[in-house]
């Protein structure tokens, strides 16, 4: 008989291991009987277990788990050989299919995506809906059945056109947040290559780098100098060190478990190989339920607590509306009293404002995605508008990032200059002073050594790279003198030991052991953070010269001013034979400093990165846009001034003359770091460049902005640039570069890392929200209009004394619901302004409804209103004959015919007028019924088009007019429509009024628009 406590597991090599397991286990039967797996579907009581409960329809299979010892007390052969994957090539295609079929995706569960049925439930629950429910009740209860019907038409194509435009705005952000999850690094098939975190399966060996952050559990096979933050899963605020030791105990707590890393941890530095042992929800991660990856993008923003703000007021103030039209009627009420104060309460609450919102942000979003940049999170979408500064990194965002070394100096040799450009490895270096070719002597060979040996990048002959742009250019100089690292390994060079580069120090370092089984450190990082490492320097006749601190200084600085005043980034390189065995010690616990020691010089090398054609345009189209940007990066001074002179950050000619940081536009970090809070704020302005900037300097920045009143925008890419991500108002990652954290913490993803994709996420930032601001003002002019014509009107009486209502219940609900949200649903829609990155950035105070706004909505609303009563009157008093007839708010009867004659013609022109409203709003300050050469036009037979059909092409607001107009026409003129269910009758001379009063709005709003520009700044 099996025992029941343990679990034998046979192998396909014939082998087999007996394994301790729980007594709930199911056996269930693998494809190729080499194993056996246990499912998570039950718990220990029987029932479903939570993941199940979460999600039951996601996973076609049960999510299968090795039952086992704990992994982190297994060798790496058992696991390997549990997990059937090999160490070197990881899994084949065909494997990694069949896991994923067994066990899902790498993803927590609980999201649920986009769900139809809730989506649509939800447009029930608003304040409209319930106006809306209560007329289709009250005209039900009074067997007014077309019009309960028609107010019921009306709820669900609202409830629908939401759901339309709010599903598929949760489409796109759904797709938008898969597009800027994290990747990894795996071993497949024996090569390397980046999948999306979700597809990983268990028994992938993953490549684990500084900033990753780990996208599943995983067993450590290699490390080398490999810190991990665990604080999420420990609440250890120090970072881990992690070996690939087997550990004997298997009740070691989760912390102190150095052989495993988990989900959702961060690489704090170093660099690892592991191999993955759990996903989804079986990770550690995944056990507690929580997610560190979710973003807060389904909570409201700013914006829209504006918004729903503006319909609680908009709601209330309807109520009031209603209180007004009992009061009228002396609460002596029937039922076409009760419907007529509803649907004038409908009437004062703009109900397609919610929907045309989320198209506009949702259309703002994929605009921004097109141009390569993921937004994160809604708010960011709003802020970009008012962002005033630009803090942004050099290299790769302002540059190319494809870097060459084009010049270096060595003691007693002099400048040198290397040909060829780009990744190619053919070219030579040529001493400057006599033009001759370089020479190979000793000396020589440690500097190329140390370029080629303490780099972590990979160059093939096809001019194939992958790794750091620096250390890529480093490795391509190394190639074009013949000992590029591949003809070094070779010769028998190994890696003992790695200490990657730290932005903290700005320096890396390797250990090697020679071909003779001696050992060296080479080392480069900036000259500042290697100078006061070095004992000495390696002449030209590869002889080591002593010396102090300051006799280096003295010889070397000037050199790497005359490197980086050409835009050269420079980097020093040193070396240290290490000689006595007490300096050999293991590579997982040697510290750093007893290798970063008595270093002696080799030399600086000049790196260029040249800048982005693109990067000198979108800075000056800042500037025109009243936008500073700030280049903080940790290049040496003059390096980032020569850049930023190049880009326009500042004026072409500034520095050159005279030391750069003495007006304090340019400031070195050291410099910056020690000013305190005070004296930061006393300056006239802040700095334009900021070298050798470190992440604390960037948060600094930050910092003194806000203190300022000012708008940020923060770039970067690596794990240090978090802090200063999140501080900012908006941060923006990398996403060729940036690491999971620093896209983690960040608002907005640059695609393509380029800063000239900042600038077009701006001006769209500036696009969502004037639009926002367009079509707000149009929908509430609406409401206004009619709340003042159906207010004024009461004081229409018929031979009985009832009031005799301008407009019916279904012709309030036409002009508020079909004439106005189309429309606004082409503003929110409208082009780029030309002069929109021509103006400052929106204040902060500046807010939806501003004044000038406010200001607005009521101007044109009376306006529009008041045109319309005059209408109204016109065709009554002087055209007609005066007879509101009896029961015309109800029935038609033949004394009704004239009152339904000016219902038509007031009908007519408030939708009319509406719709050439929204025409208005497309520039809520300039003219736009003017004749377009009073205007600029040069184009005779444009001249007298006005300029609202002249400009930028917004074909969604033209299908927008000619299909509410459509249907007007359709609600004037065919029978029964018009008379039973509009209350109304067709129109014939009243459309020459209608067109009178057109004009006549046209020339009132330009003469209100021509004192706005003269009172109200923009």
């Known amino acids: 008989m099996s025992d029941p406590q343990n679990t034998t597991i046979s192998f396909a090599d014939g082998g087999t291991t007996t394994l301790p397991t729980t007594t709930n286990e199911k056996k269930i039967p693998n494809n190729d009987s080499t194993l056996t797996l246990a499912t998570d579907t039950e718990s220990k009581s029987g ?75 939800k447009q029930f629950i608003n304040l409209l809906v319930m106006i809306l429910l209560i007329a289709t009740i009250v005209s039900f209860v009074y067997h007014d059945w077309i019009e309960g019907g028609v107010i019921c038409f009306i709820m669900f194509l609202n409830a629908f056109v939401g759901f339309m435009q709010e599903f598929k705005a949760e489409k796109t952000m759904e797709s938008l947040r898969k597009m800027a999850s994290p990747t990894s690094t795996v071993i497949r098939s024996g090569k390397e290559q980046s999948v999306p975190t979700r597809e990983l399966v268990v028994g992938d060996i993953i490549i684990l780098k500084s900033g990753d952050v780990v996208g599943a559990d995983c067993r450590i096979i290699e490390a080398s100098n490999m810190d991990v933050d665990e604080a999420l899963l420990t609440g250890e605020s120090v970072p881990v060190n992690k070996n690939p030791e087997t550990l004997p105990n298997a009740e070691v707590s989760l912390g102190d478990r150095v052989n495993m890393s988990y989900s959702s941890t961060t690489l704090a530095k170093g660099r690892g190989k592991a191999i993955i042992t759990a996903i989804g929800m079986e990770t550690e991660i995944g056990r507690i339920a929580q997610r560190l990856m979710d973003s807060d993008d389904a909570s409201k923003t700013p914006l829209q607590r504006s918004i729903d703000r503006l319909a609680m007021f908009l709601f209330v103030f309807a109520v009031i509306v209603v209180i007004i039209i009992f009061a009228v009627s002396k609460f002596r009420l029937d039922d076409q009293d009760i419907l007529y104060a509803i649907t004038t309460a409908i009437a004062a609450v703009p109900e397609g404002l919610l929907a045309v919102l989320t198209l506009t942000q949702a259309f703002g979003v994929h605009a921004m995605a097109k141009a390569n940049a993921l937004v994160r999170r809604l708010v960011s979408l709003e802020l970009l508008g008012s962002v005033t500064n630009i803090c942004s990194d050099k290299t790769g965002t302002l540059t190319q990032s494809k870097m060459v070394m084009t010049r270096f100096w060595r003691p007693g040799a002099g400048f040198h200059s290397v040909s060829g450009l780009g990744f190619t490895i053919q070219g030579e270096a040529t001493a400057e002073e006599t033009n001759a070719p370089v020479e190979m002597t000793d000396a020589m060979k440690q500097f190329i050594q140390c370029a080629a040996l303490c780099n972590m990048s990979d160059v093939q002959e096809d001019e194939k790279v ?16 013949k000992m590029g690292k591949p003809a070094l390994k070779e010769k028998q060079w190994s890696m003992a030991a790695e200490y990657p580069f730290d932005s903290t120090i700005k320096r890396m370092s390797v250990l090697m052991r020679t071909p003779d089984g001696h050992h060296v450190a080479y080392g480069k990082g900036a000259t500042e953070r290697m100078l006061d490492r070095c004992a000495g320097i390696l002449n030209a006749e590869n002889q080591v010269e002593y010396m102090n601190l300051s006799d280096m200084q003295e010889l070397i600085l000037p050199q790497v001013e005359a490197l980086a005043r050409c835009g050269l980034r420079v980097l020093t390189l040193v070396y240290r034979p290490v000689k006595t065995e007490k300096d050999v010690v293991d590579q997982d616990t040697f510290a750093r400093d007893m290798i970063e020691r008595d270093m002696i010089f080799l030399g600086l090398a000049g790196i260029y990165d040249p800048p982005r054609e693109e990067s000198k345009v979108a800075v000056e189209r800042c500037h025109r846009a009243g936008i500073t940007v700030h280049m903080l990066t940790g290049d040496h001074i003059a390096t980032a001034t020569a850049i930023a002179r190049e880009v326009s950050i500042l004026p072409a000619d500034y520095g050159l003359d005279k030391d750069p940081e003495k007006d304090g536009l340019v400031m070195s970090a050291q410099r910056f770091d020690k000013l305190s809070e005070e004296q930061i704020d006393a300056l006239p302005e802040l700095p334009l460049v900021i070298g050798r900037c470190s992440p604390e300097t960037k948060v600094k920045v930050i910092e003194a902005l806000y203190r300022q ?44 890392d380029n800063f000239s994709t900042i600038v077009h996420a701006i001006e769209e930032g500036r696009r969502v929200f004037a639009n926002i601001s367009r079509f707000c003002v149009h929908l509430i002019t609406a409401n206004v209009a009619l709340a003042f014509l159906l207010i004024v009107g009461l004081a229409f009486r018929d031979s009985t004394g009832k009031a005799a209502f301008a407009l019916s219940p279904l012709q309030i609900l036409f002009a508020n619901c079909l004439t106005t949200t189309p429309p606004a649903l082409g503003l929110g829609l409208e082009p780029v302004n030309p002069l929109q990155m021509q103006v400052p950035p929106r204040k902060r105070s500046h807010g939806l409804f501003r004044a000038s706004n406010l200001c607005d909505i009521f101007i044109y609303g009376i306006i529009v209103g008041g045109i319309g009563l005059c209408n109204f009157a016109v065709s009554m008093y002087a055209w007609g004959d005066n007879d509101f007839g009896i029961d015309c708010s109800k029935n038609y009867n033949e004394t009704c015919s004239t009152v339904f004659r000016a219902r038509g013609a007031l009908f007519t022109t408030i939708c009319c007028m509406l719709l050439m409203h929204s025409f208005t709003c497309r520039d809520l300050r300039n003219p736009q019924w003017l004749p377009s050469f009073l205007c600029g036009e040069r184009r005779w037979y444009l001249a007298l088009v006005p300029k609202a059909f002249n400009q930028r092409q917004n074909w969604y607001l033209y299908y927008a007019f000619a299909f509410t107009i459509a249907l007007l026409i359709i609600t004037l003129y065919v029978p029964v429509l018009n008379e039973v269910v509009f209350k109304q009758h067709g129109i014939g001379w009243e459309w020459g009024m209608v067109a009178a009063s057109c004009f006549v709005y046209c020339i009132i709003v330009e003469i209100y628009k021509y004192f706005k520009r003269m009172i109200v700044p923009y």
């Open 47 to 121: 029932k479903t277990s939570i993941k199940d409960k979460i999600n039951p329809f996601n996973r076609k299979k049960p999510l299968m788990r090795v039952e086992g010892p704990p992994y982190h007390t297994m060798d790496l052969d058992t696991v390997c050989s549990l997990l059937k994957t090999n160490l070197e090539r990881g899994m084949d295609d065909d494997q990694v299919e069949t896991r994923r079929a067994e066990c899902g995706f790498n993803e927590l569960q609980g999201s649920g995506g986009v769900n139809p049925i809730q989506l649509f439930i």
């Open 466 to 481: 992958s790794g750091d742009p620096t250390e890529i250019a480093l490795q391509v100089f190394a190639h074009k003198m």
């Open 709 to 752: 009143r000012k708008i940020s925008a923060m770039t970067g890419d690596g794990v240090n640039d978090s802090p200063s991500l999140k501080e900012a108002d908006v941060g923006i990652a990398m996403g060729e570069t940036g690491s999971d954290v620093a896209k983690q913490a960040s608002d907005i993803i640059l695609v393509d």
